[in-house]
């Protein structure tokens, strides 16, 4: 089952990586992917988002005070939360510090999630169930509770000694290194336009073929002004014909 971790700044990131690295404790069906080093060298980084979160059935974004409302937190979050919607699974709010009420104060998107605390011990108990759940309902079997509290007795205290030494103070007022530059985020949200465009213009033109026969091409639309053609074939022919009438 493929969970995929959100971050935003240093803390949020070392936290993504924790997780990454303490859940498949578990099982060894978890497949956790952190962008900071699960994204292919080479590869471009909105493709490979995208296709990670196609494939993941369960989403944890690592929050903390500096990126409650963090345009990556909310993008991938939010993508998230359909994907998974989709897969029957989960989106997880993992709080490095604060409460949900923060998340509710912030007007954060993810407040309609229900969150865990990273240091409480019983709260991340429960997110541990709950991933459990979502792995052995897509696998058709029954979870075993036992086996699975007495793991995460053994495994609680290295994640809780962990996530108590990160630096919270390190991110400040900012969220840390962008991880990708802004020529390759307008890059890339350009091909996302262009792509949803031509769907759009597909989508009219069949809408048009069919209010008006096949043998009529669609009308140019005022706001995606070059984006059609201009009308070529029977309509074309028309107009051509209709000059040379007024001329005559």
């Not at 989403?59 to 939360?81: K, R």
């Not at 409480?120 to 979870?143: F, M, Q, W, Y």
Request: charged share 30%; proline share 5%.
């Amino acid at each position: 089952m493929k969970i995929f971790l959100s971050w935003s700044g240093g803390a949020s990131q070392k936290c993504a990586e924790l997780l990454a690295e303490w859940l498949p404790f578990f099982s060894d069906e978890i497949e956790p992917f952190v962008s900071s080093d699960s994204i292919r060298k080479g590869a471009r980084g909105l493709d490979e988002l995208k296709e990670q979160l196609d494939k993941s059935s369960f989403g944890i974004a690592c929050i903390t005070h500096s990126n409650l409302d963090a345009p990556w937190i909310t993008f991938e979050s939010g993508a998230l939360s359909k994907e998974v919607n989709e897969h029957e699974g989960r989106v997880v709010p993992f709080l490095l510090e604060g409460s949900h009420a923060d998340l509710e104060a912030a007007s954060s998107p993810l407040r309609q999630f229900q969150s865990t605390r990273a240091h409480d011990k019983e709260d991340v108990l429960r997110l541990v169930r709950t991933i459990n759940e979502v792995l052995c309902r897509s696998a058709g079997r029954h979870p075993d509770d036992t086996r699975l509290t007495k793991r995460f007795d053994k495994a609680w205290p290295d994640l809780s000694d962990a996530l108590a030494a990160i630096d919270l103070t390190a991110d400040g007022d900012g969220y840390g290194p962008p991880r990708r530059s802004q020529t390759e985020i307008l890059e890339d949200l350009a091909s996302l336009l262009k792509e949803q465009i031509s769907r759009i213009t597909d989508l009219e033109r069949a809408v048009d073929a069919l209010r008006n026969g096949h043998g009529t091409s669609p009308r140019k639309l005022t706001r995606f002004v070059g984006v059609y053609d201009e009308p070529v074939g029977p309509v074309a022919a028309t107009a051509e014909t209709s000059d040379q009438d007024e001329a005559g």
